[in-house]
């Protein structure tokens, strides 16, 4: 089991940046592919960003790409979502989400994840 908690969302004006982090506790941190979604109101939940368990691999959802950066720090059992250039069309609840390694930066669906995190509201004001 892996418990996954988010913080870092809030409000923040058009153009700006937030970082958003994930602590992991339970088992073994390194030992899953890690990813990032988001839902945002009446709409489904969507990917945003991934990264492998050991390398550093990432992969990112085209809507994000050059704006977002998923990193992580096995030392810290965090997988963090530094966001800049936000949009308002980027406001929805952020989830983090635990697959298992072996899919590397492959995991782009939610079934592929086995743990979920709470979700943090991001809001950006235009």
């Known amino acids: 089991q892996v418990q996954l908690v988010e913080s870092g969302g809030g409000l923040v004006q058009a153009g700006g940046s937030l970082r958003l982090s994930c602590a992991a506790s339970?088992?073994?941190?390194?030992?899953?592919?890690m990813g990032w979604f988001r839902q945002a109101p009446g709409k489904e939940r969507e990917f945003v960003a991934t990264?492998?368990?050991?390398?550093?691999?990432?992969y990112y959802a085209d809507s994000v790409k050059g704006r977002f950066t998923i990193s992580r720090d096995n030392t810290k059992n965090t997988v963090y979502l530094q966001m800049n250039s936000l949009n308002p069309e980027d406001t929805a609840v952020y989830y983090c989400?635990?697959?298992?390694?072996?899919?590397?930066?492959?995991?782009?669906?939610?079934?592929?994840?086995?743990?979920w995190g709470q979700g943090t509201q991001v809001t950006v004001s235009s």
């Open positions: 989400a635990a697959a298992a390694s072996w899919y590397g930066t492959s995991a782009k669906r939610e079934s592929e994840y086995v743990y």
């Open positions: 339970g088992r073994t941190f390194s030992a899953y592919s």
């Open positions: 990264i492998s368990c050991c390398d550093g691999s990432t």
